[in-house]
């Protein structure tokens, strides 16, 4: 159990740039989450995969974002023409769920850090 | 998923217990009680979870109303690493677009 690992760990941009962040889950980690989380704010969901197939985004999810993870692995979340408001820390998590939710622990990475300048 | 309410910050001496109080009043009878940390610079960390009993682990005990209405985390010995903000969240097990829901959580500061 190596931990979910995220890359790169910060990201600097100019504004209108696009960015792409990968995050590699735990080995055989089913359900994997993308968060946005602000200075001083609380995680905020964006979206979750189950296997390969994204189940649920959040209205916070814009049409300039878009995640993947191809062949139920890793995840990549995409940012097109950031804007300064796109700020933040971006962490991913995962979990060995089974069906139901109930006692569900999500393992968190350590995040990217993204500045649009 | 309910909402809760914490305080903002609290204070506790390194060594001695400290006492996370969450409040989750409208909490409904398929809902986990979660409590996650996350110290700076990290991502969040799990520490336990509950759904009626109380419940203990290597990190912290978690003890719930009998109502269910609140809860208490206890870090037993805090520690300087014990510093982090705490988060409790309460987490449906069956909702479809089931996901964790962070509030502001509390900052808890462990001096020596």
């Known amino acids: 159990d190596t931990g979910v690992s995220q890359n790169p760990r910060h990201k600097i941009t100019k504004r209108g740039q696009n960015v792409t962040f990968r995050c590699d889950p735990i080995s055989e980690h089913n359900r994997l989450y993308w968060y946005r989380q602000t200075l001083g704010q609380g995680p905020e969901f964006l979206t979750y995969?189950?296997?390969?197939?994204?189940?649920?985004k959040s209205r916070l999810l814009s049409d300039r974002f878009s995640a993947e993870r191809p062949k139920g692995s890793f995840s990549t979340l995409e940012i097109q023409r950031t804007e300064q408001g796109d700020s933040a820390m971006y962490l991913c998590?995962?979990?060995?769920?089974?069906?139901?939710?109930?006692?569900?622990?999500?393992?968190f990475g350590s995040g990217t850090q993204l500045s649009v300048l | 998923d309910a909402k809760t309410t914490q305080p903002p910050s609290m204070d506790c001496a390194e060594g001695r217990a400290a006492n996370l109080p969450c409040n989750h009043s409208?909490?409904?009878?398929?809902?986990?009680v979660y409590w996650y940390r996350q110290i700076h610079s990290q991502g969040p960390q799990y520490i336990i979870h509950?759904?009626?009993n109380n419940e203990t682990n290597e990190m912290a005990s978690l003890i719930i109303t009998e109502d269910r209405k609140s809860s208490t985390l206890i870090l037993p010995h805090a520690t300087l690493r014990d510093t982090a903000v705490y988060y409790c969240?309460?987490?449906?097990?069956?909702?479809?677009?089931?996901?964790?829901?962070f509030g502001g959580g509390t900052r808890v500061l462990v001096k020596p």
């Open positions: 995969f189950q296997n390969e197939a994204q189940l649920e």
């Open positions: 509950g759904l009626k």
């Open positions: 998590a995962s979990s060995a769920g089974q069906g139901g939710f109930g006692g569900e622990k999500l393992f």
């Open positions: 409208t909490i409904s009878g398929n809902e986990y």
């Open positions: 969240i309460v987490r449906s097990f069956k909702a479809a677009g089931n996901k964790l829901t």
